[in-house]
């Protein structure tokens, strides 16, 4: 099982930047896939963006022009650059890592969109 720690949360205005930024303990090639899933109060917990071994990306269709996921495997390290911040995408951002079998989570990072 690996570890990941995200950082890189906080408060932002509307219409502001933030990169999230997940730590693995371990090799993050070795999984198929890394993600950003969020979780909005009251609301269910929703993928926001997917990369693969291969550097394949797909994201949810509320934030495709705006956030953009990669990653660094050298630095075992997934980020999320967020652009255009809206209040909407206020919400506890929580990075996982798929292997075949299971997915690991994240303890997750706060973003506060609000002026």
């Known amino acids: 099982q690996v570890q990941l720690v995200e950082s890189g949360g906080g408060l932002v205005q509307p219409g502001g930047s933030l990169r999230l930024s997940c730590a693995a303990s371990?090799?993050?090639?070795?999984?198929?896939?890394m993600g950003w899933y969020r979780q909005a109060p009251g609301k269910q917990r929703e993928l926001v963006a997917k990369?693969?071994?291969?550097?394949?990306?797909n994201y949810a269709d509320s934030v495709k022009g705006q956030f953009t996921i990669s990653r660094d495997n050298a630095e075992n390290t997934v980020y999320l650059q967020m652009n255009s911040l809206k209040p909407e995408d206020t919400a506890v951002y929580y990075c996982?890592?798929?292997?075949?079998?299971?997915?690991?989570w994240g303890k997750g990072t706060l973003v506060t969109v609000s002026s």
């Open positions: 371990g090799s993050i090639s070795s999984f198929n896939a």
């Open positions: 990369i693969t071994s291969g550097g394949s990306t």
């Open positions: 996982t890592a798929d292997s075949s079998i299971s997915r690991d």
